[in-house]
């Protein structure tokens, strides 16, 4: 490496001349230009025992739109279902229930809603804390206080008003639908 210093002397009107560059240094077995393309994929070793680099290409096919399938999605899992009966019926109102079932193996929360035209006498939950219940119009929509546990039951019981039929419009738990 060549150091080089500029250096102006008084009263010398000459231009000085600027010595040209040595060339870059070099490792010993490097070498510059371009390089190789480097695989991604493990190497296999040579007789000598050192890996070696391979190029590597993957033909993909052309895609036909007309015979590959659409991307599907899975349906989401059910972790809190629901299932809908009448316990009692009297001439003017009705006891329902929708019976909470966990499928999985650890405790879930849970939504009730229920669509019904009559007017909700009362609801409660057989031996779990109490949900809370939030009225819109003819929308009745219970949410669990606590999770439901593991694997386990729970009956949401309610007393309505008998207004038309015998049972909600509509009964989902957690957005699925009540069987």
């Not at 190789?36 to 895609?63: A, C, F, H, Q």
């Not at 007393?159 to 639908?177: I, Q, T």
């Amino acid at each position: 490496m060549a150091i080089l210093i500029l250096r102006s002397v008084p009263g010398r009107s000459e231009p000085s001349t600027l010595l040209s560059p040595e060339p870059a240094f070099t490792l010993p077995g490097v070498t510059s230009g371009p390089q190789i393309p480097v695989s991604l994929l493990p190497s296999t070793p040579t007789d000598s025992g050192s890996p070696t680099l391979e190029k590597t290409t993957k033909t993909v096919p052309p895609r036909d739109p007309t015979s590959d399938p659409q991307p599907t999605t899975a349906p989401a899992a059910v972790t809190v279902s629901g299932t809908y009966r009448i316990l009692n019926s009297y001439p003017d109102a009705f006891i329902g229930e929708v019976l909470l079932r966990n499928h999985t193996g650890t405790g879930r929360s849970w939504t009730v809603t229920l669509n019904y035209p009559g007017a909700l006498v009362t609801s409660w939950l057989e031996s779990l804390p109490q949900p809370t219940l939030v009225q819109r119009g003819t929308s009745y929509t219970w949410t669990s206080s606590v999770p439901l546990a593991a694997g386990s039951t729970g009956s949401l019981r309610f007393h309505f008003k008998l207004s038309g039929s015998a049972g909600p419009e509509n009964c989902a738990v957690n957005g699925s639908a009540c069987s």
